[in-house]
């Protein structure tokens, strides 16, 4: 095995481990089922950044932060982004205790059909037919849902729109990832603290009354959060963005596999018939990403 295959192969592994840690994620939520979201992201923030912290000077990345602390107007898109993210987080944790598993799985499939219409509208990208078409059976399956249920699914949406604008939003920014994510913690974190301090006033919120065991389950947010991100930028090193694409439907499908099998949530055949299309949307975007990668290798 030459070094390129080597690296492929690495590549490959923590892609799929990135994306089976996020996908197995609502396990680890489920434990604080009786927290409120508020409080399990208070947590996420904290104990993520700490752990970010680490990994940035055990890495040596930290002449990175240095540089952003110069730049005030990174640090404010930065804010923007942080703030997209928490809300993002809130949502997830929010759909998982609340018994909406099968929502924020639909939203995570629908995203990259999102992330390709935000790509259109706002980086002037051009979508080949069959794109097209995946992102017009996208938005059937979400006026199917509409029309017959009278509602829109507002939580799958949210999820798709905030993790869509987000990644959208970094993209535009240069810089590395793991910095960029440490220093989005580390202006939540006294946002964090003072609602943490003042207004949460719940049986779990002081630690020092906790078992053991409940504020260990509470600090291993900050692993919940930061290990699917490590396996993922390992993978992105490696990969090419049209490889690692392939491997994005992994974390959303184990969401619904635990929302229907072992969570037992209901699944009408409206939401059925909306997974569905949306399902098939994803089959033609990929196959057609994977022809068109075909074709550019043939035509070097």
């Known amino acids: 095995m030459n070094d390129s295959d080597s690296q492929t192969r690495t590549g490959v592994i923590n892609a799929i481990s990135s994306y089976v840690m996020w996908g197995f994620a609502p396990l680890y939520f489920k434990l604080l089922a009786g927290i409120d979201a508020s409080e399990i992201l208070i947590h996420r923030v904290i104990w993520s950044c700490l752990l970010l912290t ?14 952003i602390l110069k730049q005030p107007k990174l640090i404010a898109k ?33 995203n990259p059909l999102f992330s390709v219409a935000l790509g259109v509208v706002f980086l002037g990208e051009r979508l080949r037919v069959w794109q097209k078409f995946a992102v017009l059976l996208a938005v059937t399956a979400v006026l199917i849902q509409l029309v017959i249920l009278g509602s829109l699914p507002i939580i799958s949406l949210a999820l798709a729109g905030t993790f869509g604008t987000y990644g959208l939003l970094r993209k535009k ?23 943490w301090w003042f207004f949460t006033n719940s049986a779990s919120s002081n630690m020092i009354n906790n078992t053991v065991n409940l504020n260990i389950i509470l600090i291993m947010a900050g692993i ?15 990969l090419t963005l049209s490889a690692l694409g392939f491997f994005q439907y992994i974390g959303p499908s184990i969401m619904f596999v635990l929302a229907t099998f072992l969570y037992h949530e209901p699944l009408a055949m409206t939401k059925l018939a909306t997974f569905a299309l949306i399902w098939l949307a994803l089959i033609i975007f990929s196959l057609d990403s994977l022809n068109a990668l075909k074709r550019a290798k043939n035509n070097k």
């Not at 949502?91 to 998982?96: C, E, R, T």
């Not at 991100?229 to 993978?235: E, G, N, P």
Request: charged content about 10%; glycine content about 2%; aromatic content about 16%.
């Open 54 to 67: 680490l990994i940035v000077v055990f890495t040596k990345k930290w002449r990175f932060a240095q540089s």
């Open 78 to 110: 930065l804010l923007v982004t942080a703030t997209v993210l928490a809300i993002n987080w809130f949502l997830f944790i929010w759909a998982i205790n609340n018994d909406h598993l099968l929502d924020a799985s639909l939203g995570y499939f629908i």
């Open 173 to 195: 920014m240069a810089v590395d990832s793991f910095v960029g994510l440490l220093f989005e913690s580390a202006l939540m974190v006294p946002i964090a603290v003072i609602y």
């Open 224 to 238: 919940v959060t930061t290990a699917p991100l490590l396996c993922f930028t390992a993978a992105a090193k490696r």
